[in-house]
């Protein structure tokens, strides 16, 4: 950014490439990414491509009232004005209901995040930024994941993941993501909390090159204060935080959960760890909804997304707000010049 708060203008030749996945076509997929890439500051940081489908995109830029032109993505980058390039996978067909579940979007939704970590694969893309899918359609299309995470990890062969948020300065780490609040509990245990606080280290360290200081939030009201209201702090998550502390990882907690997440979005922590889903995204949500980015740690690709879902019931009616896909192709292209700092 400049002084003035203002992006400054790269080469179009050099600045990251981000493959932009277009996510369910039956949700707000479509029209939060057209929104997004309408912003001419985001052609400043990155060069967005859109995996998706072309009639779809053309047909919302219609309903839109956007004066957007589409291209296919090609080895130099596009010279028409309000030009987007789209890898177009030809996918849905016209008569694809709005709002709905389908075995045809869940199963198109699927073959852009596969073809976008080809593209990855291939070096034609540095990172990927995702517009929301519906889980139920993902499944009903032939997919069995519960979500974007599991599926990237699959794809990727990757073992050791997690699920966190981006909040401007508050980043959050879940211990478990789609899970009933039993199952979740179930797993705060000693073994798993370390497991995640080195893997925090370690990932978030790469992704802001530095050493960090890491906050553990307690499972129980007010963190049981001392065993009042519950021992798994004292059984599990205590033992755990000292283990990792006399392996030198700058660690404290377990903190109120009521208050942690507003200290790590003041900035006293750089990550804190959740110990269930909800626990983290109420809380990211609550500070910063519209703005945060779901980063998926672990992979070996730069992976963020928007913080919502694809809200069929307002699907089509063109008000859905496309800050959060911003923000994630913004921190997209940050994280890949951040690594690119890194390597160099």
Not at 21 to 41: C, V, W
Not at 182 to 198: F, M, P, W, Y
Not at 248 to 266: C, E, K, Q, R
Request: hydrophobic share 45%; charged share 20%; net charge negative.
């Amino acid at each position: 950014m400049l002084e003035d708060g203002t992006d400054q203008p790269r080469n179009p030749e050099t600045i990251p490439i981000v493959a932009v996945t277009m996510g369910d076509a039956a949700g707000i997929g479509p029209e939060i990414i057209l929104k997004a890439l309408s912003d001419p500051d985001l052609s400043k940081v990155s060069r967005n491509v859109v995996v998706g489908s072309a009639v779809v995109l053309e047909k919302t830029a219609k309903h839109l009232g956007l004066p957007l032109s589409f291209v296919p993505f090609a080895d130099t980058p596009a010279r028409v004005d309000e030009a987007v390039e789209v890898v177009d996978l030809a996918n849905i067909s016209g008569s694809l209901a709005i709002g709905r579940e389908s075995a045809e979007a869940g199963r198109a939704s699927a073959e852009y995040i596969e073809t976008a970590v080809r593209l990855w694969r291939e070096k034609k893309v540095d990172a990927i930024a995702t517009a929301p899918i519906n889980k139920a359609s993902l499944v009903l299309g032939g997919y069995n994941f519960p979500g974007h995470t599991e599926f990237l990890a699959k794809l990727t062969e990757t073992r050791k993941f997690a699920m966190s948020f981006f909040a401007e300065r508050l980043r959050v780490v879940l211990l478990s993501t789609h899970l009933s609040l039993q199952s979740a509990i179930d797993l705060v245990t000693r073994k798993n909390l370390v497991g995640l606080i080195e893997f925090t280290d370690v990932e978030i360290g790469k992704l802001l090159h530095r050493k960090i200081r890491i906050a553990v939030a307690g499972l129980n009201p007010h963190a049981s204060e001392g065993g009042l209201f519950g021992d798994e702090e004292q059984k599990e998550i205590i033992p755990a935080i000292k283990y990792c502390r006399d392996k030198g990882i700058n660690v404290a907690g377990p903190f109120s959960p009521d208050t942690i997440f507003l200290s790590g979005f003041n900035g006293d922590f750089d990550a804190v760890v959740a110990c269930y889903h909800d626990q983290a995204t109420i809380a990211v949500k609550s500070l910063s909804f519209g703005s945060s980015v779901n980063v998926t740690l672990g992979l070996p690709l730069i992976r963020t997304s928007v913080d919502h879902g694809t809200a069929f019931d307002i699907a089509g009616r063109g008000v859905a707000d496309a800050s959060s896909m911003k923000a994630a192709i913004r921190l997209a292209s940050e994280l890949v010049n951040i690594r690119a700092e890194a390597t160099a």
